[in-house]
């Protein structure tokens, strides 16, 4: 019995000590939190709203606040600039259970800024979200935001983003996604932004489309570089996108593509060629494109060959620097 409780103590601090890493690494640093947000010992608030509520409007250096591992239930907004949202990982959660139709305290709907468990607004330029969990619980049949982001240069590290219907609406400015895990089913990435996702893995949980861009004419839209798309048991057959209006862009470069996707990758939808601007360069996997069979669209783009230098990473950010990796 001693031996066996003498395990499941070793047990708890190695749980404990990977859940606080962030935390550490913060002090090793020389990050000083802004605030720490949890229900454990030595936090500063109990709600991330009230951490970020504390930050000053016209915010000019940056402010690093801390998620301890818990449930933040509720919709947070980030409305001020130059904040890093940090969690311990996965097991901090920020979580809501309504779609964007169901009317709010003033008998409105929603829409898809009230619904989203996180919605990072035009103020809320430079951010950081990384280690945490954003999900939307509300389940199928409306449209129900894990984030929805309005902001520009938006950096997501090591997410989990997760929902069904229009999972992340990302409507103007530029975000990079990086080794981030989104899931859902139907449009589950969609909206106006630049957004280029590097080494994601992109779940599709049941039949639907991936993408549904709404990108203007002259600017880049989602760009896939290295991604997984990955499938539940039975590989229910998703599009790679679909296209929602003005001239919308989303481009797959050397992404692995789960058996679930169409062979004809693309589906018609409100707009039309030539505005529709669909490409694959130098997909693999079951779900890949074949140039010897050719199944895909022909309206969309497919290529063997290396992608054009305009989807580089450094091309598709601009001016853009973000900030590098905690080590």
């Known amino acids: 019995m001693n031996r066996l409780r003498s395990r499941l103590s070793a047990f708890a601090l190695a749980l404990a000590a990977l859940l606080l890493a962030p935390l550490a690494r913060a002090a090793a640093d020389d990050e000083k939190p802004f605030r720490i947000v949890g229900p454990a010992a030595g936090a500063d608030c109990r709600t991330v709203q ?22 933040f239930f509720g919709h947070t907004v980030l409305d001020k600039p130059f904040v890093t949202l940090r969690g311990s990982g996965p097991a901090s959660l920020l979580t809501y259970n309504l779609g964007q139709a169901i009317p709010g305290a003033d008998g409105q ?3 898809w800024r009230g619904a989203a468990a996180l919605l990072i607004t035009p103020a809320a330029h430079d951010a950081v979200i990384e280690h945490l969990t954003l999900e939307n619980t509300y389940g199928k049949g409306m449209q129900a935001q894990a984030c929805s982001v309005e902001a520009d240069r938006v950096l997501f590290r090591r997410c989990r983003i997760l929902g069904w219907q229009d999972t992340i609406r990302l409507e103007t400015g530029r975000q990079l996604f990086e080794q981030c895990y989104i899931s859902g089913h139907v449009d589950f990435i969609y909206g106006g932004a630049t957004a280029y996702f590097e080494n994601c893995e992109i779940h599709c949980r049941d039949q639907g489309y991936i993408t549904a861009p709404a990108t203007p004419a002259g600017r880049i ?28 862009q989303a481009v797959f470069l050397g992404c692995e593509l789960g058996a679930g996707v169409k062979p004809e990758g693309w589906k018609e939808w409100r707009v039309g060629p030539p505005l529709v601007r669909f490409a694959e360069y130098q997909s693999r996997g079951p779900g890949a494109g074949s140039a010897e069979q050719a199944t895909r669209v022909a309206w969309a783009t497919f290529s063997a060959e290396p992608a054009p230098a305009a989807f580089t990473r450094t091309a598709v950010l601009g001016d853009w620097q973000p900030p590098p990796a905690q080590p």
């Open 109 to 111: 709907e929603l829409t």
């Open 50 to 71: 009230e951490a970020i509520d504390a930050v000053p409007a016209d915010n000019a250096a940056p402010k690093l606040i801390l998620l301890q591992p818990g449930v």
């Open 221 to 248: 839209g989602f760009v896939f570089a290295g991604c997984r798309i990955t499938f539940p048991y039975g590989n229910p057959p998703t599009y790679l996108g679909r296209p929602w209006k003005e001239s919308p």
